[in-house]
């Protein structure tokens, strides 16, 4: 059994397609900000998270990524797409409420929050303690670039100083237990 939270009219087979609207037609209506997700701990196989962490304010994102966590099996992975937070497609979008990034999910990775104590990085917290998750990112991480940037460009560079350069990020998470 796999969750596609969020799925507003991307409805994916062999999902349970979840959106908190009822008008978007989903197999469940759920607020994955506050509500319970109403399946057995340890259940789920995989979660498909688009374009949804983003609209989520930090408490009701911790809270959904307790409840991914609780519901699904050791080793699930979680699929996650966001907007770059640095591209149109973010900054232009009055819901967007949360910059996510794969920097800042390694918070909730004990093994990873393990790395950054060990190279000196300060000021970050261990998101994974505090809510009792751990999610370990997976590599690689993809990148979709804005189709105006050339692809053999000096892009790589040019991203940590300049907009509309990558339009979003593609991850996968998966759920240790």
């Excluded at 080793?75 to 009055?94: C, E, K, Q, T």
């Excluded at 790395?115 to 994974?128: F, H, N, P, R």
Aim: glycine share 8%; with cysteine.
């Amino acid at each position: 059994m796999k969750l596609n939270l969020g799925c507003g009219g991307k409805k994916l087979p062999g999902y349970i397609n979840v959106d908190s609207q009822a008008a978007a037609h989903p197999d469940v209506v759920l607020n994955i900000g506050q509500d319970r997700f109403p399946w057995e701990d340890s259940s789920i196989d995989g979660v498909q998270a688009w374009h949804i962490f983003e609209h989520l304010p930090p408490a009701q994102l911790f809270h959904c990524l307790k409840e991914i966590y609780r519901v699904c099996k050791p080793g699930a992975l979680l699929g996650v797409i966001v907007p770059h937070p640095r591209h149109d497609v973010f900054i232009g979008d009055v819901t967007h409420v949360n910059a996510i990034t794969p920097t800042g999910m390694l918070l909730f990775s004990k093994k990873h929050y393990a790395k950054l104590v060990e190279s000196g990085t300060l000021g970050v917290t261990t998101y994974a303690d505090y809510l009792g998750v751990d999610f370990d990112l997976q590599e690689p991480v993809g990148k979709m670039l804005d189709p105006r940037i050339d692809p053999e460009s000096d892009w790589r560079t040019r991203e940590l100083y300049e907009n509309n350069i990558v339009v979003e990020y593609r991850f996968k998470m998966k759920v240790v237990k």
